[in-house]
């Protein structure tokens, strides 16, 4: 399932629609952005059927049939709702087979939540400020917001029981400033340019929904979801 099939509460209605697709044996296998995807998928269908996946690409549909991608990064990581990729090695192999690149990991639900504590920010900063990572690296404050929104995102993790490690800030900051293409941007801020709706319901709107239930200070992640929510149903 793509990211772009649904949006927001329009998720439910789309797991109804595959439902008949499969059977009692079908495994239903997510790659939406953000931590919220895999538990629908599990309350849709059962936590033994749910297989949880992250995309690891940047890249945005620049003209109607045309794809970009923007830097090196290409690969898929995914596994079962415990983060283990041996149960779902049959898969992988069929993914291997058609020359798709399953990464290893020990950990999916890592996997899952380090791109999260990236993309939470790079989503909120991009759309935010209208802005590409080149001019947004320029701007100690916005920086300083980047930063700010991933130490919250890291902080709902921990306090979710997702095991990420301690220096995961420091690296996706790193990723930020020196490793992004400067022309980047996120699907979030090129739907915004397009008046599309935003997903912003599970990535900042989740943060600070999971942070306020969890008592974790989430105000930056606050703060973005009202500056982006009048647009969320699109222009």
Not at 168 to 191: C, G, L, W
Request: net charge neutral; hydrophobic share 45%.
């Amino acid at each position: 399932l793509s990211k772009h099939l649904t949006y927001c509460a329009a998720s439910a209605s789309a797991w109804q629609q595959i439902a008949p697709a499969g059977g009692d044996r079908t495994r239903v296998l997510t790659f939406h952005n953000g931590g919220d995807a895999p538990d629908m998928v599990a309350e849709s269908f059962g936590q033994e059927r749910a297989l949880m996946g992250v995309a690891m690409i940047l890249a945005n549909i620049t003209a109607p049939g045309v794809i970009t991608r923007y830097g090196k990064p290409r690969a898929l990581i995914f596994g079962d709702m415990d983060g283990q990729q041996s149960p779902v090695a049959d898969i992988r192999g069929v993914f291997a087979d058609a020359g798709i690149r399953s990464a290893d990991h020990d950990d999916v639900r890592v996997a899952l939540w380090e791109k999260f504590v990236l993309f939470n920010a790079g989503s909120a900063i991009t759309a935010g400020t209208r802005l590409r990572v080149a001019e947004i690296r320029k701007d100690s404050a916005a920086c300083a917001l980047v930063r700010k929104l991933m130490e919250e995102t890291y902080a709902v993790a921990l306090a979710s029981g997702v095991p990420l490690p301690e220096n995961t800030v420091e690296k996706q900051y790193n990723i930020f400033k020196n490793v992004m293409p400067p022309e980047a941007r996120t699907s979030t801020a090129h739907d915004l340019e397009g008046g599309r709706p935003l997903e912003i319901d599970f990535l900042c709107g989740a943060i600070a929904r999971r942070g306020r239930a969890l008592g974790v200070d989430v105000s930056a992640s606050e703060t973005a979801y009202a500056l982006l929510s009048p647009w969320k149903n699109g222009r």
